[in-house]
């Protein structure tokens, strides 16, 4: 092995140049895809985080059945309390109270359909981003007060500002008629016309007290400061909820079903274009090995003249690739490591990326995300598929006659 490893080293630099040549396309394909597969899933974690922190939370508990048919009645009793508990078994978290109705929202001239969703105004800042998208006027600040902070484009739809008015109309829990005048106080965008057009808050007190909740809410949300933590935080939350009847601990991937898939859909587009730039490299180690291979025919015909077996001259023009390909890898996966390492201490942006995020509350830069697999997945990847190009060159050696490889050149 000794012999064959200084024979594939010695043979690698015979055209120093051309090796070269071969490594530094490997060095770069290694380098590029470092970086890229790092900040593409930093990008997924940055769009994960800023999803979850606009609304819903990394995880929520609710009645049983609510994610599948949110209805009113289907809620959880003495929420506030569960709130607290929650709270005490989750210190590094923020956990928040919520409830939902549909409604009809009247201004003096106009009227639509709107989601209204009662929150804990003292606690709903450090679960949702959407307090500090508030653009004109101001967050709700007491929890009893009949307020309601609405949507960019709802509140044009109803021609309604800061100081309006509006009746809001709705059936209560228990079945009977729910109806309240509230005053805007906020107008938010949020960045997400959906949501812009149909989302309204107001105080949860209010919205139990209105909509016959008694101490009723529909779900609590429950913010934390990582993805890594959900797990853990689902199960603390199981154990509180463990002595109740009818609860359920939902997670992110279950609150956010299309989140994955569009992850998953990306991801596979990405690696089409990798691929393509993988294949290329794969035909560059293909052609310098090929050109190898030509070269030394007469050479490789007098050693299987001198009784040398056709698998060990392919195995030796494997082990050079390999070792050409080592090289390759190892210096790619310390540069790319090093530009991905700046940063991620620096964050990547664009120009313009910074003022758009500001505007809705978004981190202002992308920050590539440094594991194990984001580091070695390129690389390892380009290492199988020179291996595979050199597959050819060495099985030609297969049908090496010794006779007319001497003669050849």
Known sequence: ??????????????????????????????VLLVFMIA??????????????????????????GYQDNPKLRTSIPAVTALVDELQRALPEAE????????????????????????????????VSSIPNLVRRGRYLERDDVAEIVLGSVMARNLKADVGSEITLLGSGRDGSFAAGIVTVVGVFESGSSDMDRSFAEVPLAWFQDTFTMGD???????ALGDLAEV???????????????????????TLHPGLRQAIQADLSSGWFMYGVLIILVAFSVLNTQLMSVMERTREFGVISALGIRPRRLAALVLLETALMALIGLALGLCLGWLV??????????YPGMEEVAARYSLPGAMYPSITVGTMLLGPIVVFGFCLLAALYPALRLYRLRPVAAM???
Do not use: C
């Open 340 to 349: 991905s390492l700046y940063f991620s201490i620096n964050g990547f942006s």
């Open 407 to 409: 003669r050849a050149a």
């Open 95 to 126: 956990v928040a109270g919520r409830a939902a109705a549909f409604a009809l929202a009247s201004s003096e001239q106009r009227s639509f359909g709107i989601q209204l969703i009662g929150v804990q105004p003292g606690v709903e800042p450090h």
């Open 216 to 222: 009723h809410g529909n779900s609590i949300a429950i």
């Open 39 to 64: 900040l593409q899933f930093g990008t997924y974690d940055m769009m994960i985080e800023n999803t979850l922190k606009a609304f819903s939370g990394h995880l929520q508990v609710q009645a049983e």
């Open 1 to 30: 092995m000794t012999l064959s490893l200084s024979m594939a080293w010695r043979n690698l630099w015979r055209h120093s140049r051309r090796t070269w040549l071969t490594v530094t396309a490997m060095v770069f394909s290694n």
């Open 231 to 253: 797990p853990a935080a689902v199960q603390s939350a199981k154990s509180v909820i463990g002595t109740r009847e009818g609860l359920v601990v939902v997670d992110w991937n």
